[in-house]
C-alpha cells in the first residue's frame, strides 16, 4: 500500500493552481456518463465548477492526489464517509488482497460470509441473521423488501435519507402535507410511477406526532396496511432521553399495528458508536431490523442487513438474489475493518475530532461576530458534519451558494479538500483541523472586506450548482 504522505506539499504550500487534466477529463466523462458521474456527491459542478480536480491518482491516510500530482488534506466527505480508518488503510487492504489471491468469486460460497454474520450477531445479541449487498442504498432495498414479506403489507413509514431506490421515493409521490418531512430535496424525480403514491410517507426524526399522523396515512381506508417504520438514526444530534423516548413510541407503533421496524445505519453505524449509532444504552429498544454500510468495510463495497430471526426468515418467501453478493472481497474488508474499530476505539476518536473541529470552526465565526454577511450552521452527529453559510441579515443579494463555492476554491488553493461537509476519519489529526482553521480565517478575511455583490466577481469559476441535499 502507498504511505501516507501526510505534512507533505499540502501543509506547506499557501497557493496552487488547478491542474486542466481533470477538467479535461470530465469534460469527456460528460458526453460518456450521463451528469458525468456515478454519485451526485462526487459532481465538481456541485462543488467548485472549474476547481474541483475531479479525480484521483492516489489517495492514502487524509490525503488524496489528483492526476497533476498535487496533493490535497482531505477535509471533506472523505469518500462519502466510507473510509472511518483512512484512507488505503494497509490493515483492511492485506485482507483483501489476501481474498484476490484466493480468487474472489467462483461457484461455491466464501466462509467470510459465515464468520461475518457470526460477529455481526454476537455485536449485536438481538439480530440472529444476515444478508449482504454490496452497498447501502439496495441493502435498504433488501430490508423493507423483507419486512413487506414478513407483513404481507405495503405502506412504509420514514425519518430521513435512505437512498436512491423506488420504494423510498415513492415519498415524493405523499399527499402534500406530508412533504415538508422529506429529507431529500434539490434534483428532478422522474421515473418514479404513480402508481406508488401513498406506499411511502415521511416523518420528522424525533418528532411522535409527526411519525402517528404518517402511521395513519399509510392506512389503506380502514385497513392496516404498515409494513414498516423506517428510521436513519443519524440524523441531527438530540438528547439521549429524546433519542429514547421517541425510538421507544416507534417501537410501540410498530408492535400495535403489526410492522417491522427498521434502523438505517448506513451512514452512523460502527462510526458514532462500535456497532449501531443508537446503542450505546443497553434499555434502548432495539429494532427488528438494521442495515449496515460505508463504514462497515472502508472503502470497499459492501453492505449487510440483519435482524430478528422471525422477520429475517421472511426472505426465504420472496426473491433477493444478486450475483455480486457472493464475492469474497466485501466480507473480507468488513471482516478486517470491524476487528480495527474495536481494536483502535475508532468510534471514540471520530467523535473527539468531530467535536474539536465543530468547536474551533464556531470559534472562527464567533471571533468574527458582526462582521460577517453569513454565519454557519452545523448539522448531524459529531462524526458527520455538516454544515451551511447563513446570511446573517435578509439582504436578497447575499447568495450562499456563492459564498461556499468561494470557500472551497480559496481552500483548494490551499491544498485542502473542502466543501460543506466533514467526516473524520482516523489518520486526521488536530494539525489538520487547524490547518483548515488558518485557511478559514484567509476566507473569512476575504468576505468581510468585499460587499456581498462583488462575491462573485472574486470566483475563478461560476457559482456551484444545487443538488440533492438533506435538509438535516
Not at 450477531?121 to 414478513?150: F, K, L
Amino acid at each position: 500500500p502507498a504511505k501516507d504522505t501526510r505534512g507533505r506539499a499540502a501543509s506547506t504550500r499557501q497557493e496552487r493552481n488547478v491542474s486542466n487534466t481533470g477538467l479535461d477529463l470530465f469534460a469527456k466523462a460528460q458526453k460518456l456518463i450521463p451528469g458525468g458521474v456515478q454519485l451526485f456527491s462526487k459532481n465538481p459542478q456541485a462543488t467548485s465548477p472549474g476547481a474541483w480536480p475531479s479525480y484521483y491518482s492516489q489517495a492514502s491516510g487524509s490525503y488524496i492526489r489528483d492526476l497533476a500530482g498535487e496533493e490535497y488534506l482531505d477535509m471533506s466527505h472523505c469518500g462519502v464517509g466510507a473510509c472511518p480508518l483512512g484512507y488505503n488503510d494497509p490493515d483492511v487492504n492485506a485482507a483483501v488482497i489476501a481474498a484476490v489471491n484466493r480468487g474472489s468469486s467462483c461457484s461455491l460460497n466464501n466462509p467470510e460470509e459465515v464468520e461475518l454474520a457470526e460477529l455481526l450477531c454476537n455485536i449485536h445479541p438481538w439480530a440472529d441473521m444476515v444478508r449482504y449487498t454490496r452497498g447501502g442504498g439496495e441493502a435498504m432495498a433488501v430490508a423493507v423488501r423483507i419486512a413487506r414479506a414478513a407483513t404481507g403489507k405495503s405502506g412504509v413509514i420514514t425519518a430521513g435519507y435512505h437512498g436512491w431506490h423506488d420504494w423510498y421515493l415513492a415519498g415524493k409521490k405523499c399527499p402534500e402535507k406530508f412533504r415538508a418531512y422529506d429529507s431529500f430535496v434539490g434534483t428532478n424525480f422522474d421515473g418514479i410511477p404513480d402508481e406508488l403514491a401513498g406506499t411511502a410517507i415521511p416523518f420528522k426524526f424525533g418528532d411522535v406526532t409527526s411519525m402517528s399522523r404518517a402511521v395513519e396515512a399509510s392506512f389503506k381506508g380502514s385497513h392496516n396496511n404498515l409494513a414498516a417504520i423506517v428510521i436513519d438514526t443519524s440524523r441531527d444530534m438530540l438528547k439521549d432521553v429524546q433519542i429514547k423516548e421517541f425510538l421507544e413510541a416507534a417501537n410501540l407503533l410498530a408492535q400495535s399495528y403489526n410492522a417491522v421496524l427498521i434502523y438505517d445505519e448506513v451512514s452512523g453505524g460502527f462510526r458514532g458508536n462500535f456497532g449501531r449509532h443508537q446503542n450505546k444504552d443497553g434499555t434502548w429498544r432495539s429494532p427488528d431490523i438494521a442495515v449496515f454500510g460505508k463504514a462497515i468495510s472502508n472503502g470497499f463495497a459492501f453492505g449487510a442487513v440483519i435482524g430478528r430471526r422471525e422477520v429475517m426468515e421472511a426472505a426465504n418467501n420472496t426473491f433477493i438474489s444478486s450475483t455480486y453478493w457472493t464475492e469474497s472481497l466485501g466480507p473480507a474488508a468488513a471482516l478486517a475493518t470491524i476487528k480495527k474499530l474495536h481494536h483502535e476505539h475508532v468510534s471514540g476518536a471520530l467523535n473527539r475530532r468531530g467535536i474539536v473541529f465543530t468547536n474551533r470552526v464556531e470559534g472562527e465565526f464567533l471571533a468574527r461576530k458582526g462582521s460577517l454577511p453569513i454565519n454557519i450552521e452545523f448539522h448531524g452527529i459529531w462524526p458527520l458534519r455538516r454544515f451551511l453559510f447563513v446570511p446573517t441579515n435578509p439582504d436578497p443579494g447575499i447568495n450562499p451558494e456563492a459564498y461556499a463555492t468561494l470557500f472551497t476554491e480559496m481552500m483548494l488553493r490551499r491544498g485542502i479538500l473542502a466543501t460543506n461537509q466533514f467526516y473524520p476519519m482516523l489518520t486526521h489529526t488536530n494539525k489538520h483541523i487547524e490547518q483548515y482553521c488558518r485557511a478559514l480565517r484567509d476566507f473569512c478575511r476575504v468576505i468581510s472586506g468585499n460587499p456581498p455583490a462583488g462575491i462573485p466577481g472574486l470566483l475563478h469559476g461560476p457559482v456551484r450548482l444545487s443538488h440533492p441535499v438533506r435538509r438535516n
